[in-house]
């Protein structure tokens, strides 16, 4: 049994930061891309990001690509999503994921386990 535990979200004003962690257990976790995903009210989950197993290939989505960052510490079995210059479409449910791959990808259906998520709420 895999658990993403989510933290990290909250509000902030618009131009600001956020950092937020997940943290994985259960099972290994350094084999795994990982992503985060987010979900506002009335749409459909999205992508976000996702970093491979290894930490040293991202792909981002073009709505958050030069504000978030993405990274992980294998050691800690955590993976860190870096939010900068928030805008108020960036308010949403954030969601953490592990893949089954060892490389990026944006597809819902190859993330085999959730985090519960973590409110991320921008002011304008």
């Known amino acids: 049994q895999v658990q993403l535990v989510e933290s990290g979200g909250g509000l902030v004003q618009a131009g600001g930061s956020l950092r937020l962690s997940c943290v994985v257990s259960?099972?290994?976790?350094?084999?795994?891309?990982m992503g985060w995903f987010r979900q506002a009210p009335g749409k459909e989950r999205e992508f976000v990001v996702s970093?491979?197993?290894?930490?040293?290939?991202?792909f981002y989505a073009d709505t958050v690509k030069g504000r978030f960052t993405i990274s992980r510490d294998n050691a800690k079995n955590t993976v860190y999503l870096q939010m900068n210059s928030l805008k108020p479409e960036d308010t949403a449910v954030y969601y953490c994921?592990?893949?089954?791959?060892?490389?990026?990808?944006?597809?819902?259906?190859?993330?085999?386990?959730w985090g519960q998520g973590t409110q991320v709420t921008v002011s304008s």
């Open positions: 994921a592990a893949t089954v791959r060892l490389g990026v990808t944006d597809r819902t259906d190859e993330y085999e386990y």
């Open positions: 970093i491979n197993w290894n930490g040293r290939s991202t």
């Open positions: 259960g099972r290994t976790f350094s084999n795994r891309a």
